[in-house]
């Protein structure tokens, strides 16, 4: 079956089409995906990093004509998908110069014994991507598993198939399947699957647990966010900072997981905030044609999408919230939506519980310190925060009083990234991390030998009943 994609800026015109494997075939992928795995692992392991490298720079070398097809499939603007892409080579750079160092294997040898540790792979991974993101977050999954010596099969989001696809073709080991949730059921319960990684919403995101519990096939989850960015009562923002705020919850339209989607302002200076805010936002949002370079956001990702936004705007206005547009979208069919600051919600309104996924962020004022934390960390989501402060250590204190798995300081989302610390969700938004040697662990399992020491020729042995002690 075809699944055609059409263009959010120009819902009529129709992107391109994926063949979808229905869910009796995806046997045969598996087992084709297995012979994969058995030749890629028994590669070593400076063969498979060389590899990576190779596809990084063919990553960079088709970078132009990869972000316009990302940018048509999925309505962000052209320039954001050129920074997603090189990232996304930048990450896998980083794999190739890091991987061997953290996948080497252990050797320690003593009179308690020797003890060897290796670092293997699981065998198939089934990768499941979301569509906002989408060279990125499938990268993040693929550069480790294949450093480790697993074979993929990655299943991207209908929403923006094309650009990815083309993009896992650059990488050995790799096959790329698409189809619905029976299709991703028949694959991630496979008994030749032996690790999931999932990255999208809940509710997907219940389904793939369910499936995999049932299969004990191990998973990393990473799910959405509903990320508070707290101001404490000395931040300082230049200028400049607040157009990086800006897009921090702007860029793609909103539809990023650690965007900045509760503003917490403390009540003594919200005037002065707001104002700075919408001042920041009319210079720096252009909300337009994803092709041209000028613009800085696009339409959102479908007509669903744009449906349930405005119904959170419009349910938040109708429980007495001010509702101030920061630029006008375009008069077009497109999914466009005026990007919107709002002002006054109840943080029992939707716009402010749930994730919006979308251009309207809700400035929230707070009075005391203690009561800021509790209303952020009053979600059962948990995956990013941000806290601003002119103290550094100030911050890292209030941080550190926060639940998500990363707090950034006096920035927020992609400007905040590191390649060399982890990042992930607590409670609903997730197990298990991604970057750096945490996520490339994810795709090894430890395998030890071990010859006690006291059973050796020569060793004493151990009294009838005892375990070994600690030292
Ligand atoms: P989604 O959950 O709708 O889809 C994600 C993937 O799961 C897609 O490949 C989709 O086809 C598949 N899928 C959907 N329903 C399924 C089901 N019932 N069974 C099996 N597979 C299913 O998410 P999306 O709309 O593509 O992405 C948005 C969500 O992803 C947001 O919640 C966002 O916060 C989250 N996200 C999280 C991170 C992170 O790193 N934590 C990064 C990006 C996006």
Redesign the pocket.
């Known amino acids: 079956m075809r699944i055609e994609r059409e263009n959010p800026a120009h819902p009529e015109q129709i992107v391109g089409a994926v063949i979808s494997t229905p869910p009796e075939a995806v046997d045969a992928a598996v087992r084709h995906a297995h012979r994969d795995f058995r030749e890629w692992s028994r590669e070593p392991v400076g063969t498979r990093l060389t590899a990576l490298g190779h596809a990084a720079d063919e990553l960079d070398a088709r970078t132009p004509e990869l972000a316009s097809l990302l940018a048509r499939e999925s309505g962000k603007p052209v320039s954001d998908c050129r920074g997603e892409i090189g990232f996304a080579a930048t990450y896998l750079r980083w794999v190739r110069e890091h991987a061997a160092e953290i996948l080497r294997a252990h050797d320690t040898n003593s009179s308690r014994g020797r003890i060897t540790l290796t670092r293997k792979p699981f065998g198939v991974v089934a990768a ?6 989408p060279i990125i ?1 499938a990268m993040l999954k693929l550069g480790p598993a294949l450093a480790a010596g697993n074979a993929v099969i990655l ?5 923006a198939p094309l650009a990815v696809s083309a993009a896992a073709e650059l990488l050995p080991a790799t096959r790329v399947l698409h189809g ?2 029976d299709t ?2 028949a694959l991630i319960t496979h008994p030749l699957v032996r690790k999931v990684a ?8 219940r ?2 647990a369910a499936a995999v519990g049932g299969a004990l096939t191990p998973v990393l989850l ?4 509903n990320d508070p960015a707290i101001f404490l009562d000395d931040f300082a923002l230049t200028p400049g900072d607040f157009e990086r705020l800006v897009l921090a919850s702007f860029a793609t339209a909103g ?4 965007a900045a989607k509760r503003l917490y302002v403390p009540e003594t200076r919200l005037t002065e905030f707001v104002e700075s805010y919408i001042a920041a936002a009319q210079r720096i949002l252009i909300v337009g044609e994803p092709a041209d370079e000028s613009t800085t956001m696009g339409p959102v ?1 479908t007509r669903a999408a744009a449906e349930r936004v405005t119904g959170l705007v419009t349910d938040a206005r109708n429980r007495g919230a001010r509702v101030i547009p920061l630029a006008s979208a375009p008069d077009s069919d497109g999914y466009f939506l005026d990007p919107v600051l709002v002002l006054g919600a109840p943080d029992d309104a939707d716009l402010v519980r749930l ?1 919006q ?1 979308g251009p309207a962020v809700p400035i929230l004022a707070y009075r005391e310190e203690a009561e800021v934390l509790a209303r952020a960390n009053d979600s059962e989501l948990g ?1 990013a925060a941000s806290v601003w402060s002119a103290d550094e250590e100030h911050a890292f204190a209030v941080a550190s009083r926060i639940e998500a798995g990363f707090t950034f300081v006096n920035t927020h989302n992609r400007t905040g990234m590191s390649l060399h610390a982890p ?3 607590t409670k609903n ?2 197990f298990g991390r ?1 970057y750096a040697e945490e996520g490339l662990l994810e795709y090894t399992q430890s395998i030890v030998t071990h010859a006690p020491g006291a059973f050796r020729a020569g060793g004493a042995g151990l009294p009838a009943g005892a375990y070994p002690d600690a030292r």
Do not use: H, R, Y
Request: with cysteine; charged share 10%; hydrophobic share 40%.
């Open positions: 499941i991507t979301p569509w906002n993101a977050l299943k991207p989001s209908p929403l619905g949730p991703v059921q999932f990255t999208g919403g809940d509710q997907a995101g389904a793939i990473e799910l959405g966010g539809q990023v997981c650690m990702v994730e996924f995956l990042f992930g969700g938004s997730g991604e």
